[in-house]
């Protein structure tokens, strides 16, 4: 089975700019969990999409939204970049029979100028 | 207090040695817990996944749970110099209101070097 692959890979923005992250999960995953992860946070959970439905989210601003289709994918949007949001955005899928075992993507690394 | 403590590192071993990571967790409900392996610039890898208290093995790894310490741990037998990386314990939290959905809460990670 293919793994999680998140595209673009690397990307650099300025601040006021908007990106989209796209991911797609291992075939047969339902459930994409996104996270944030910096050298000064650590990794940290921004949302969770089962089935098209947001079903948790972390404590992040509002700037900071997803989504999730019909075939599983989802994407992650960040509005108004600001300098503080360049990090490694890791998305995870994990199976409805296995929902707590997560299996992460190689990661986009944004750099906000 | 953080939701998920691991021993300070970095941790410098020989190779062929035991070595030994430590994460606490705060939360007494949590049923889930795991070991990832991040290398330098790549996404984390799981390792091992454990459930219940004791010991559990998988090659040179054993994870070890405690709950009623609400303590995990990872050793590592007869360390390689490719097992130099970063290992980050994460935790499933209890199902409260739907807040642990697709949520892991990681440890800052632990530094490990082997050294030949």
């Known amino acids: 089975k293919a793994g999680v692959t998140q595209t673009p890979r690397y990307l650099i923005k300025t601040r006021g700019q908007q990106v989209t992250l796209s991911c797609s999960p291992i075939?047969?995953?339902?459930?994409v969990s996104w996270y944030q992860q910096t050298p000064g946070q650590g990794l940290q959970f921004l949302f969770e999409?089962?089935?098209?439905?947001?079903?948790n989210k972390g404590n992040f601003p509002g700037r900071f939204s997803g989504r999730q289709f019909s075939n599983s994918r989802s994407e992650m949007n960040v509005s108004t970049l600001e300098l503080g949001d360049s990090a490694l955005y890791l998305c995870?899928?994990?199976?409805?029979?296995?929902?707590?075992?997560?299996?992460f993507g190689p990661g986009t690394r944004l750099l906000v100028l | 207090q953080k939701e998920v403590e691991q021993n300070s590192g970095p941790l410098s071993v020989p190779e062929g040695a035991i070595a030994s990571l430590n994460c606490t967790y705060s939360d007494r409900g949590s049923q889930s817990f795991f070991w990832y392996r991040q290398y330098s610039g790549k996404s984390p890898e799981l390792i091992m996944s454990i459930y219940s208290n004791g010991d559990k093995e998988d090659g040179r790894f054993t994870a070890q749970l405690n709950k009623a310490s609400q303590y995990v741990s990872l050793l590592i037998r007869d360390s390689q110099p490719s097992d130099s990386a970063t290992y980050l314990c994460a935790v499933k939290g209890s199902w409260a209101g739907g807040t642990s959905y697709g949520k892991l809460t990681f440890g800052q990670g632990t530094i490990l070097t082997v050294h030949p």
């Open positions: 999409y089962f089935s098209e439905t947001q079903r």
């Open positions: 075939s047969g995953h339902r459930s």
């Open positions: 995870a899928s994990s199976s409805i029979d296995r929902e707590e075992t997560q299996y």
